[in-house]
């Protein structure tokens, strides 16, 4: 009883056991009101209808507000709610297309938009839309195969919904969405899958660290082409080597000669004027002259004889 109806209800009967001490054709009638009002005045929320029937037949869907019927001859036989509701449904060891067993768990968002349909057409159309729902989620999930199962979730939940909202529409009922919250596969294929996919990862990590390789041999490539083209290049790059190696404090560096006669700009110029080759006036190639090289001795310094 509503909140309205109540305090009728209490007023009538107060005022009407109060009168029947002074007059019974005072204080019966109003008693008799009462219970009149709690039979007849009813009062729906705004997500709420009534539906109605009087003597056997439809008499109409009420609501919301306050609204009265006629006590014995109409009957409410359904108090629809018209707001979103949620209905979560499982399947277990359901098999997908490749025959994989699966545990789903999903929920759908869904409306009652005709009560007269969802109070008439069907006896409990909760407990339809429960047993619907588990049907099409299997036969959703006995048609997919797992890898799309696990990868498109937005596929298969648009499919589901379609799926449930042909079956309920004469229900009087609206599927809103469907929203696959959970895929559980067996202990075994996960450990398979993962080892899959390490495998991939492997793979392509390997493709990766070939194409670098190949990039870097060509930049190398490239390199040795400068520093054949221009000596000073060269002598540069060894400068800058021995500057790295000997930026760590307290490390102990072991050069070879050969590193240290790389940084004597005498020997890659004699190179390159050995490589371009002076011509005499004759036609025939000038002998390039020797680099003459300071030889330390005992506290004095001699030149090399020519």
Not at 1 to 11: D, K
Not at 65 to 78: E, H, N, R, S
Not at 99 to 127: C, G, M, Q, S
Request: a neutral charge; glycine letters at 6%; charged letters at 20%.
């Amino acid at each position: 009883m509503n909140p309205i109806t109540l305090f009728l209800v209490v007023v009538c009967l107060a005022l009407g056991a109060a009168s029947i001490q002074f007059s019974i054709f005072l204080g019966v009638p109003l008693i008799v009101l009462g219970v009149v009002i709690a039979l007849s005045l009813k009062m729906a929320n705004t997500w709420q209808r009534f539906v109605i029937l009087r003597a056997g037949h439809l008499h109409g869907v009420k609501g919301p507000g306050l609204f009265l019927i006629f006590p014995i001859i109409d009957t409410v036989v359904a108090v629809i709610d018209e707001r979103i509701q949620t209905t979560s449904i499982l399947a277990e060891q359901a098999l997908t297309k490749d025959t994989v067993p699966v545990n789903v768990d999903a929920i759908i968002f869904w409306k009652v938009h005709n009560a007269e349909a969802a109070a008439l057409t069907i006896t409990n159309y909760r407990e339809a839309i429960d047993r619907i729902s588990q049907t099409s989620l299997r036969e959703m999930i006995g048609s997919t195969a797992l890898s799309v199962l696990l990868s498109d979730r937005q596929q298969a939940d648009q499919r589901l919904s379609n799926e449930i909202a042909a079956k309920t529409r004469e229900w009087g009922i609206t599927v809103l969405s469907v929203e696959i919250r959970d895929v559980a596969i067996p202990v075994e294929l996960q450990d398979a899958m993962s080892r899959q996919a390490q495998a991939e990862r492997e793979k392509e990590a390997r493709v990766i660290l070939g194409s670098a390789e190949a990039e870097v041999a060509a930049k190398f490539v490239e390199a040795a082409r400068t520093y054949a083209s221009d000596p000073a290049a060269l002598q540069l790059r060894a400068m800058n080597i021995i500057y790295e190696t000997t930026k760590e404090r307290g490390a102990t560096i072991l050069m070879p000669s050969s590193m240290v006669d790389s940084m004597d700009p005498s020997g890659p110029l004699a190179l390159a004027i050995a490589a371009s080759g002076g011509v005499d006036g004759g036609g025939g190639r000038k002998a390039a002259a020797p680099a003459k090289t300071a030889v330390p001795t005992s506290g004095r310094r001699r030149r090399a004889k020519p």
